[in-house]
Nanobody
Framework: QVHVVESGGGLVQAGDSLRLSCAAS????????TGWFRQAPGKEREFVAS???????YYADSVKGRFTISRDNAKNTIYLQMNSLKTEDTGMYYC???????????WGQGTQVTVSS
């Protein structure tokens, strides 16, 4: 069992920055694939970014150039640096962990990001 906890959300204005953190339990964190997803009110959950255990990163087109995902294996933590935030970035942000393969096995409870105009 892997316990996942997100933090760092908040209310900001358009153009501001936020950094989300995701702490995950487990002795083999360095072997996990990890990702961020978000869900806006009335919409389906969507992929935001991911970072593999080899540190390869992937981004949704909507956040490329503005968001940066990173990981610190010594702290069992991944981060999502979000710059130049837009109102359409508003939503609940979820961290997910994949212990093997491409499927995400464990999810956090989410952290709310609200961007006002």
């Amino acid at each position: 069992q892997v316990h996942v906890v997100e933090s760092g959300g908040g209310l900001v204005q358009a153009g501001d920055s936020l950094r989300l953190s995701c702490a995950a339990s487990g002795r083999t964190f360095s072997a996990y694939g990890t990702g961020w997803f978000r869900q806006a009110p009335g919409k389906e959950r969507e992929f935001v970014a991911s970072i593999k255990r080899n540190f390869d990163t992937y981004y949704a087109d909507s956040v490329k150039g503005r968001f940066t995902i990173s990981r610190d294996n010594a702290k069992n933590t991944i981060y999502l640096q979000m710059n130049s935030l837009k109102t359409e970035d508003t939503g609940m942000y979820y961290c997910a962990v994949s212990v093997a393969g491409e499927r995400y096995d464990y999810w956090g409870q989410g952290t709310q990001v609200t961007v006002s105009s």
